[in-house]
């Protein structure tokens, strides 16, 4: 299944330890077919559990090619990792690297390599992982569809 990721951040005061209360910005990842689409289901997902006011500041396209969550309770962070295919040139001979982003849930940095190469392992091209960065991503929002729903058209 195709995704189509949007970064959108969300603007709130947020009520610190120190009982101050202060403006956040936050960005949370929305899988959606449109930026409206996108706008809509990210308000509808984060409405349950914002009290007070909040406004969507930035909804931006980001292109990832695979994304692995994880169930486990201390992952609760998001890393993106630069992926390096190596394949050959058929005409030159030379190798050929093509760079790839993919997102891991993990809950520090060595766990995001190990979850990565976890989700590799069916991968039949050779890879190399060129970088691997915490991002301040807060959650992120696949797509599920619906056990309802319904294809518009049924066979006869």
């Given at each position: 299944?195709?995704?189509?990721?949007?970064?959108?951040?969300?603007?709130?005061?947020?009520?610190?330890?120190?009982?101050?209360?202060?403006?956040?910005?936050?960005?949370?990842?929305?899988?959606?077919?449109?930026?409206?689409?996108?706008?809509?289901?990210?308000?509808?997902?984060?409405?349950?559990?914002?009290?007070?006011?909040?406004?969507?500041?930035?909804?931006?396209?980001?292109?990832?090619?695979?994304?692995?969550?994880?169930?486990?309770?201390a992952a609760d962070r998001w890393f993106k990792c630069?992926?390096?295919?190596?394949?050959?040139?058929?005409?030159?001979?030379?190798?050929?690297?093509?760079?790839?982003?993919?997102?891991?849930?993990?809950?520090?940095?060595?766990?995001?390599?190990?979850?990565?190469?976890?989700?590799?392992?069916?991968?039949?091209?050779?890879?190399?992982?060129?970088?691997?960065?915490?991002?301040?991503?807060?959650?992120?929002?696949?797509?599920?569809?619906?056990?309802?729903?319904?294809?518009?058209?049924?066979?006869?």
């Open positions: 299944m195709q995704h189509n990721w949007f970064e959108c951040k969300i603007r709130y005061e947020k009520m610190h330890e120190n009982g101050v209360q202060k403006p956040v910005t936050e960005p949370y990842l929305v899988d959606a077919l449109s930026f409206t689409e996108a706008e809509a289901r990210f308000l509808e997902e984060m409405t349950p559990f914002m009290s007070g006011e909040f406004t969507g500041t930035d909804i931006n396209r980001v292109k990832y090619s695979e994304i692995f969550f994880s169930e486990e309770e630069k992926l390096l295919f190596v394949t050959l040139d058929e005409k030159s001979g030379n190798e050929k690297k093509i760079s790839s982003q993919v997102l891991v849930q993990a809950a520090d940095l060595r766990d995001a390599v190990k979850k990565l190469d976890e989700g590799m392992k069916g991968t039949m091209a050779d890879y190399l992982i060129s970088a691997v960065a915490e991002t301040p991503l807060m959650d992120v929002f696949p797509y599920l569809a619906e056990p309802k729903d319904k294809p518009e058209f049924l066979d006869a």
